[in-house]
């Protein structure tokens, strides 16, 4: 059980720094958008 906590903690914390960083916010923003193709994705599924 403490182990889950622990992980679950430190998820939290990872996420915390990488939502604060404008850096790495634009960095997901350019994979999602660009390679991964999330918008064509979505926009395919939508019709």
Request: no cysteine.
């Given at each position: 059980?403490?182990?889950?906590?622990?992980?679950?903690?430190?998820?939290?914390?990872?996420?915390?720094?990488?939502?604060?960083?404008?850096?790495?916010?634009?960095?997901?923003k350019?994979?999602?958008?660009?390679?991964?193709?999330?918008?064509?994705?979505?926009?395919?599924?939508?019709?």
């Amino acid at each position: 059980m403490r182990a889950i906590i622990e992980a679950f903690e430190r998820h939290q914390i990872m996420s915390r720094q990488a939502l604060d960083s404008e850096w790495v916010r634009a960095g997901i923003k350019n994979v999602l958008l660009g390679p991964a193709g999330l918008y064509e994705g979505l926009r395919g599924g939508a019709q």
